[in-house]
């Protein structure tokens, strides 16, 4: 089963990012983009890849056992943005930002424990996103219009939302793309927080 540990996004936002995906294909002709479904749009928090059933029961506990002392989280979407770089774009992404740093420390706590349930989890550093697109090809005339509209997009007023809740979710791969099965949800019902910096520091 290939897996992944994911913070499922309101329909109002996933609307108002389809709106910034319809616009920013307009800019895009003669490319070959990949848009993610606005339904498929999620924060991911730990790709696992492949994991045996046998093992769904054990880590979906490990899982809820990561969260429980959690408490809720508050996010918002931050300024777009896209890896490696605006002027050679492979991942087309929106921010995502917590009023705090429990969305960090939330995230800490599941790469620590369901490490040996992955085939290999991220090394490089956490940063909150949401997938809008994936490029294959941009043609030279789309490059420049594409990081102009990049940058001047503004999250839009429906915001912030919170969150109560981390998903494991199952990817099923077909031909034309994938579907997501949720598979187990941990809720964050406890009261660890980011620390707050002391007063002057």
């Not at 054990?58 to 508050?74: D, G, H, K, Q, Y």
Request: hydrophobic fraction near 45%; charged fraction near 15%.
């Amino acid at each position: 089963m290939r897996l992944f540990v994911s913070i499922a996004v309101p329909a109002p936002i996933r609307d108002a990012l389809a709106a910034f995906q319809s616009h920013l294909a307009g800019s895009c002709t003669d490319s070959d983009i990949r848009w993610t479904r606005p339904d498929h749009i999620h924060l991911t928090l730990e790709f696992l890849g492949e994991v045996a059933p046998d093992r769904l029961p054990p880590l979906a506990e490990t899982i809820r056992v990561a969260c429980a002392p959690c408490s809720p989280l508050t996010l918002r979407l931050g300024p777009p943005g896209a890896f490696p770089h605006l002027q050679r774009p492979r991942i087309l992404w929106v921010g995502v930002e917590s009023l705090d740093r429990g969305l960090f420390v939330l995230q800490e706590r599941l790469h620590s424990s369901i490490g040996s349930f992955a085939q290999s989890l991220e090394k490089r550093p956490f940063h909150p996103h949401l997938t809008l697109a994936r490029v294959k090809h941009l043609a030279a005339n789309a490059a420049t219009a594409l990081q102009h509209h990049l940058m001047a997009w503004t999250p839009p007023a429906q915001q912030p939302w919170d969150v109560n809740a981390v998903e494991l979710m199952r990817s099923h791969l077909h031909a034309h793309g994938s579907n997501y099965e949720r598979l187990s949800l941990a809720p964050l019902c406890g009261a660890l927080h980011a620390p707050v910096a002391p007063h002057g520091s």
